[in-house]
């Protein structure tokens, strides 16, 4: 089965999803995860009509961004160390990982001049030690540090729930991660207005979606494996 076929399937999925949870199909956007697959397998994805590449590893960060930003939006999505933020703050539009301030005064050094980072914080909702991010309890105080750091805009939060084979016991994460985005969008911070929610990957995406996810981060389900 092709890209093209399989976000065939997942449209259906996320489309049923919709329907069971009220939900209007058009605030929802598939970012297609490339991180085990080429360049051109990423092509391939966008030209099945994937408007969104996300990328975990710095080393195909650069040939994922030279092949499709000309027609997609580009996410990086994995953990970043602060010294290589010279390396894709200037081609990647959104981030999905900000989770601590060294992390934001790099992306203020950085960014080119004029342009404000889309920033999702990572929170760690589930409290797995294995997993990076915030605890939900520290995020408030965060959002306020990074007042000084115009270059960074909150557009939103980021998780990553537990593998489940059972996955309707994702749903409790997905769920406070929306009540917690809610409570930030309440304050209506300028600098974090906060109104998307980055959760769901291959195995657990439509409970996001009913949950209420607005970025569905989907990876081999997509576009598959490579060894290359």
């Keep these: 089965m ?9 449209e259906q999925t996320i489309q049923t999803a919709c329907v069971r949870s009220g939900r209007d199909r058009s605030h929802i956007h598939i970012i297609a995860v490339t991180k085990y697959v080429s360049a051109a397998r990423a092509l391939e994805a966008v030209d099945a009509g994937i408007e969104h590449i996300g990328e975990n590893r710095l080393e195909g960060a650069l040939e994922k961004w030279e092949a499709c930003s000309a ?26 990982s900000l989770d601590r301030l060294s ?8 960014c080119p ?14 409290g797995e ?8 309890e520290e995020v408030f105080d ?7 750091y115009p270059a960074v805009t909150v557009i939103g939060l980021m998780t990553m729930a537990p593998f489940e084979s059972d996955t309707e016991k994702t749903r409790p994460v997905f769920r406070k991660l ?10 209506d911070y ?15 995406y439509p409970v996001a979606v009913e949950e209420g996810a607005t970025f569905v981060r989907i990876g081999t389900r997509l576009v598959g494996e490579e060894s290359f």
């Design 103 to 110: 992390l934001a005064k790099e992306f203020q050094k950085r």
């Design 71 to 96: 027609r997609a939006s580009l996410h990086f999505i994995g953990t970043l160390q602060s010294r290589k933020v010279k390396e894709i703050v200037d081609k990647y539009d959104y981030f999905h």
């Design 2 to 10: 092709d890209v093209k076929e399989k976000l065939q399937q997942i």
């Design 142 to 148: 965060f959002i306020e540090r990074l007042k000084d």
């Design 190 to 204: 300028p600098h974090a207005p906060c109104l998307h929610l980055s959760m769901g990957m291959s195995n657990d």
């Design 113 to 126: 001049e004029g342009k404000t980072l889309k920033c999702f914080l990572q929170v760690n909702v589930s």
């Design 129 to 136: 030690q294995s997993k990076e991010g915030l605890p939900p």
């Design 178 to 187: 929306r009540y917690l985005r809610d409570e930030i969008r309440d304050r």
